[in-house]
């Protein structure tokens, strides 16, 4: 906490590494994460993760500059791009905190008023200078909590199901869905754009392949900025009523980081199509 930015916000998460039999943590630690030291850990159980989101590059630097002497520190693994190692240290985290600025807000007790602000952890956040705002733990999970994004290695996912049907109650499995680009928007994308499509392997794709690689990609994505739409009649437009939402889906690049492109889609549940709106 004393090395993050006073400005910034973060959500905190925390946990465990969870293989039991040792078989798999120190490979894909040793494959992503900027080691420390070594990773000469006793046992991967043993080993206690915290993930903070919102972190600047400057931000990352500082924090592990300021904790690689420190004898309990490891070191990092980068997740602002997907990979099986982030998936692997994220999976077992849960919610701890959120610092905005100068606060720290928590959780505490279903049965204590919001009106009490309580510290529930161990560590003494006012020692640094932090003051304690709290919630219900119920409110505090469904409103404020931060999942990170993983590589979904299911056939499905409740989370994108229930995006779904928070947008429309009969609305079939996501998998069902076809991608739909209008001619027109194709011919934007791939000329406008294109610069923007190019560096993520996009830029010489058909429609259709450029359709089937949004929906191969899907799965492995959250969604974004549900948006219902009821817009009235006007003398200049008709009427019109729909649900929207974007998915950040990354491609990879033969040199470099991978391509991280927003989506925005419709959501057209009646025809199961998701028509893309704009790429950026």
């Given at each position: 906490?004393?090395?993050?930015?006073?400005?910034?916000?973060?959500?905190?998460?925390?946990g465990?590494?969870?293989?039991?039999?040792?078989?798999?943590?120190?490979?894909?630690?040793?494959d992503?994460?900027?080691?420390?030291?070594?990773?000469?850990?006793?046992?991967?159980?043993?080993?206690?993760?915290?993930?903070?989101?919102?972190?600047?590059?400057?931000?990352?630097?500082?924090?592990?500059?300021?904790l690689?002497?420190?004898?309990?520190?490891?070191?990092?693994?980068?997740c602002?791009?997907?990979?099986?190692?982030?998936?692997?240290?994220?999976?077992?985290?849960?919610?701890?905190?959120?610092?905005?600025?100068?606060?720290?807000?928590?959780?505490?007790?279903?049965?204590?008023?919001?009106?009490?602000?309580?510290?529930?952890?161990?560590?003494?956040?006012?020692?640094?200078?932090?003051?304690?705002?709290?919630v219900?733990?119920?409110y505090?999970?469904?409103?404020?909590?931060?999942k990170?994004?993983?590589?979904?290695?299911?056939?499905?996912?409740?989370?994108?199901?229930?995006?779904?049907?928070?947008?429309?109650?009969?609305?079939?499995?996501?998998?069902?869905?076809?991608?739909?680009?209008d001619?027109?928007?194709?011919?934007?994308?791939?000329t406008?754009?294109?610069?923007?499509?190019?560096?993520?392997?996009?830029?010489?794709?058909?429609?259709?392949e450029?359709?089937?690689?949004?929906?191969?990609?899907?799965?492995?994505?959250?969604?974004?900025?549900?948006?219902?739409?009821?817009?009235?009649e006007?003398?200049?437009?008709?009427?019109?009523?729909?649900?929207?939402?974007?998915?950040m889906l990354?491609?990879?690049?033969?040199?470099?980081?991978?391509?991280?492109?927003t989506?925005?889609?419709?959501?057209?549940?009646?025809?199961?199509?998701?028509?893309?709106?704009?790429?950026t």
């Amino acid at each position: 906490f004393k090395l993050l930015p006073a400005s910034t916000t973060h959500s905190i998460l925390g946990g465990e590494l969870g293989d039991d039999k040792d078989e798999i943590a120190r490979r894909l630690l040793s494959d992503k994460a900027i080691v420390a030291k070594d990773l000469n850990f006793k046992h991967p159980c043993f080993c206690y993760v915290l993930y903070v989101n919102n972190l600047s590059n400057s931000a990352l630097a500082a924090i592990h500059d300021g904790l690689k002497n420190h004898s309990g520190y490891l070191g990092y693994v980068p997740c602002t791009h997907a990979s099986l190692t982030k998936t692997f240290v994220t999976m077992g985290l849960v919610n701890l905190a959120i610092k905005h600025k100068n606060f720290v807000i928590l959780g505490h007790e279903d049965d204590r008023p919001n009106t009490e602000n309580y510290n529930l952890h161990l560590h003494d956040y006012t020692a640094l200078g932090l003051a304690i705002r709290s919630v219900q733990s119920l409110y505090f999970g469904v409103f404020l909590s931060y999942k990170p994004e993983q590589m979904l290695l299911r056939r499905t996912d409740d989370d994108l199901e229930i995006a779904i049907r928070a947008m429309s109650e009969e609305a079939p499995p996501l998998g069902e869905f076809s991608v739909l680009i209008d001619d027109r928007k194709h011919e934007y994308l791939t000329t406008v754009k294109n610069g923007k499509l190019a560096l993520a392997g996009l830029g010489h794709m058909t429609k259709s392949e450029l359709e089937e690689a949004i929906r191969f990609k899907m799965r492995s994505s959250y969604l974004y900025s549900l948006d219902w739409r009821d817009i009235p009649e006007t003398a200049e437009s008709a009427s019109y009523r729909g649900s929207y939402f974007n998915i950040m889906l990354e491609f990879p690049r033969e040199d470099g980081e991978p391509e991280r492109v927003t989506v925005a889609l419709e959501f057209m549940p009646a025809d199961k199509v998701l028509r893309v709106v704009t790429m950026t």
